[in-house]
């Protein structure tokens, strides 16, 4: 009996505390929206006052319902307006995947990161390329791995989609002309067992260094390499699908995770863990809208200017009062 009073107890104090620092950020990020007096009190306090017992009320009689999809989207409706937008491997409406010109197009979108890819030259110089082999870029079948960086630079991607032709480019460089315009997002791609040199070369361009940058890739190996080179890097580690426990892995400090696999109850877990989740590939209007009350920390995404739009567009249509309508007659049986 004891435990289950008790269990009631912090359902309620739990509720109190979320209810209320969702109460303080509506009403002290909207002064700008007014309350009809005619349905509410003018005296903001009192109205918080209430609305907080209201919901007290209907959280200790119907708490089972906590863990519910609804709690959660609820919650993260009001802690997330608005997650980082990804550009995936820059901006490519008008340039070629991972080259300068599609960052620069990413920072035109407005995207808070550019997500790029990278791969090691035989002279271990650190550029950006999704593929190992040059075919699809380039129509020429050979690996990156097997030429040196001035090699590469005789290759050209084509870009048939706009009848263009782009060159290779190295991460200083990136690094260089893209500082303070925008954040990025590294893609280490491994090689036939290249992880740590891969990484202690990205690491080596990174450390120490004023850039704004955060590490991802398929490869926990390669994560765990930029952490022993140097802890304080921001490691994420790319799922594609998911098995076992995987929120505590030390070495990784935030999750790219598949939109087809991505549950709002492991966002939820992830979260607790104090770590963030990015999600991807977003490029229709539902998938972002589903991100986005999902509560995810960002999307990765090919459509940059859309989802600015759609994600402005629910910002706008935020309604706070139909929400904590709906939240009290949701937790009805």
């Known amino acids: 009996m004891y435990c289950n009073i008790f269990k009631s107890f912090t359902n309620v104090l739990s509720n109190f505390i979320t209810f209320y620092d969702l109460s303080k950020f509506y009403f002290n990020s909207s002064s700008n929206i007014e309350l009809s007096k005619n349905i509410y009190p003018t005296n903001k306090i009192k109205l918080k006052v209430a609305l907080v ?5 209907f959280a200790g009689i119907f708490s089972k319902y906590r863990n519910s999809n609804e709690e959660i989207k609820f919650y993260h409706t009001f802690r997330n307006l608005k997650p980082d937008i990804m550009a995936h491997r820059g901006s490519t409406k008008n340039s070629a995947e991972n080259t300068l010109e599609s960052i620069n197009e990413a920072i035109h979108n407005g995207a808070e990161f550019a ?4 791969v090691l030259t035989k002279d271990n110089v650190v550029v950006l390329s999704h593929d190992h082999n040059l075919k699809r870029l380039t129509g020429k079948k050979v690996n990156i791995e097997n030429l040196n960086f001035e090699e590469l630079k005789n290759y050209k991607i084509i870009d048939e989609k706009n009848s263009k032709e782009y060159n290779f480019i190295d991460l200083k460089t990136v690094l260089e002309k893209t500082s303070g315009k925008i954040k990025l997002n590294i893609e280490l791609k ?63 400090d935030f999750f790219c995770i598949e939109k087809e696999i991505v549950t709002n109850e492991m966002i939820r877990k992830i979260q607790k863990n104090g770590k963030r989740v990015y999600i991807w590939t977003t490029n229709t209007n539902d998938e972002i809208v589903k991100a986005f009350t999902s509560g995810a920390d960002g999307i990765i995404t090919d459509e940059v200017s859309l989802s600015k739009e759609i994600l402005e567009l629910e910002k706008n249509n935020f309604n706070f009062e139909q929400i904590i309508i709906n939240k009290i007659f949701s937790l009805v049986p």
């Open 53 to 57: 017992m209201v919901f007290l009320i």
């Open 115 to 118: 997500e790029i890819d990278v």
């Open 190 to 252: 491994p090689f036939k067992n290249n992880e740590k040199i891969l990484a202690q070369e990205v690491a080596k361009l990174i450390k120490d260094k004023p850039y704004d940058v955060i590490v991802s890739s398929l490869s926990p190996k390669a994560l765990q390499e930029i952490k022993d080179i140097e802890p304080s890097i921001s490691t994420g580690l790319i799922l594609a699908f998911s098995y076992g426990n995987f929120y505590n892995a030390k070495f990784v």
